[in-house]
């Protein structure tokens, strides 16, 4: 018998905080793979559960889970980067739905605008498509944007390796995913 879903297709529960037990609707898209439950769980209870007061960026944003989860757990300000049309379009929509203020999402490709910006943050999410081999372009654009004192986040079908200057504070695997939350040495 088949393993079942943790979740039916385009849906993902917010696991805690503020909107704990929400389910989101997202659109069933060819790369959108929501972080599992197990991983946001694990990664939460790394960066405690409170969040107030930090800003966050999720790169590439796809469901949106991490960026909810960090805004249930009263991040100051969430930012959201999605390239794709229906899912930015649901992202907003879910946005509504939970009345999340501290939520701003932007259509556009995270790589060019983490190329061009100056804003910094105190936790950034790295989680792009799999299949698009992007983490290579991605990790040093984020770690430019991340504070001095701040968390990166980078989930990735293989073994996470840090890069230059940063240590693994902990890493875990959930599915097919490899995750790990990482800090300057």
Sequence with gaps: ???RPAHPA???RVIGGEFRRRVLHFPELAGLRPTPD???ETLFNWLGQDLAGQ???DAFAGSGALGFEAASRHAARV???ESARPACDALKRNCQLLKADCIEIRQ???LAWMRSATEQFDVIFLDPPFAAGLMA???PLAVSRLKADGWLYVEQPDKILAPEGFIIHRQDR???SHFALLKRD
């Design 1 to 3: 018998m088949p393993a």
């Design 10 to 12: 385009g849906q993902v």
């Design 38 to 40: 197990r991983a946001r």
């Design 55 to 57: 800003t966050c960026l």
């Design 79 to 81: 930012l959201m980067l």
């Design 108 to 110: 556009l490709d995270a």
């Design 137 to 139: 372009q991605a990790l």
């Design 174 to 176: 959930a599915g097919l």
